[in-house]
């Protein structure tokens, strides 16, 4: 009786149905043109986010009733990438419900670790899978989900392009020549030498050139310079280094020859140049020699003169690349 009691309540599995797709060969072809057409949904949006991204320019607009005015660039990008991942996901899903495989499996509890019988076994199981899947004999769903993945792969290799253009030979390069003047940052103000007092440091660019109204960042990062008066009896330099300066001012890159962030703290005292992001230490006095820290080599000097009106200029460009040395290997 009790027996019985128990069959009643647990009436076990549910007789498995078998799907449409599963025993009518027309229901089949049916579901597998359907997956194929949400694939190539799917390719199509992803020619449209390249189209888009390439043809479009980011200056147009379009109206729409609910929006209002929207960028036309930014809105086909974003129907085109939502077109893309959405109707490959659901492709996939609906692959999944009516076209794979649908026999209830049961598996017993184990050890983590199985036996090589059991891992052998499982790599036959996953090759029989695939196979059952049908890939094989699908060649229509196979061959669009393999154009709807490959184009999906390129919308990211796509938008690598806003990091923008390789830099070249541009970064080994500044704006620094001969006579070219040394200018307050801010301010854009010419420099004498008795603007600065001994122990005074100075952050300077080059004097912009006739008919240029404003400067590009990335020539503001690299032409950067720092400017520092002391005692000429202070310094430590050869004739040559020495012929660089001027009634005791001398001139450094502020960019720093470790990983190029700005060298922006100056020990009055020691007479050090500091990095602020991996420490490390030039000695001002000995032409930046490197005094502790990663970095390789000193900063590379920059030669000072003056010009008719008593200005500070540079004597020639910098007779080395400024920044880290991998600046080099960019192109």
């Known amino acids: 009786m009790a027996h019985e ?12 149905v078998h799907r449409k797709a599963d025993v009518d060969p027309v229901a089949a072809n049916q579901a597998e043109r359907q997956v194929a057409i949400l694939f190539l949904l799917s390719a199509f949006g992803t020619l449209l986010f390249i189209v888009s991204y390439v043809a479009i320019p980011d200056d147009i607009f379009v109206f729409l009733p609910v929006m209002g005015s929207t960028n036309a660039h930014q809105l086909f990008l974003g129907l085109g990438l939502a077109f893309s991942l959405f ?3 659901i492709g996939a899903i609906h692959w999944a419900k009516t076209l794979m495989p649908d026999q209830e499996v049961t598996v017993q509890r184990h050890e983590f670790r199985s036996t090589e019988e059991d891992r052998s076994a499982l790599v036959k199981t996953a090759k029989e899978g695939a196979a059952a899947a049908g890939l094989g004999r699908r060649s229509l769903i196979k061959r669009s ?9 390129l919308s990211p290799l796509l938008l690598l ?29 010419p420099i004498k030498p008795e603007d600065l007092e001994v122990g005074a440091v100075a952050q300077v660019l080059p004097a912009m050139l006739p008919g240029q109204d404003h400067r590009v960042l990335s020539d503001i990062a690299k032409d950067a ?14 004739a040559e280094r020495l012929s ?22 100056y020990e009055q005292q020691t007479k050090h140049l500091l990095c602020p992001c991996h420490q490390s230490t030039f000695d001002v006095t000995r032409a930046a020699k490197v005094l502790f ?24 460009p ?14």
């Open 5 to 16: 009691i128990e069959a009643i309540q647990d009436p076990g599995i549910p007789p498995h």
């Open 87 to 89: 109707f490959i996901g």
């Open 145 to 153: 989900l393999g154009l709807s993945l490959g184009l999906v792969g």
């Open 161 to 189: 392009r806003d990091l923008g253009p390789l830099p070249g030979d541009s970064l080994t390069k500044t704006s620094w020549k001969a006579g070219t003047r040394l200018v307050t940052d801010p301010g854009e103000r």
């Open 225 to 238: 310079v720092l400017l520092i008066r002391l005692r000429p009896e202070e310094f430590n330099l050869d």
């Open 244 to 265: 660089w300066t001027h009634e005791g001012i001398i001139a450094f890159s502020k960019i720093c020859s470790h990983m190029g962030c700005a060298v922006a703290l």
């Open 293 to 316: 820290g990663p970095a390789a080599r000193p900063l590379p000097q920059l030669a000072l003169a003056l010009d008719s009106e008593g200005y500070l200029v540079a004597k020639q």
């Open 318 to 331: 910098f007779d080395e690349p400024v920044g880290p040395s991998f600046w080099e290997r960019s192109s």
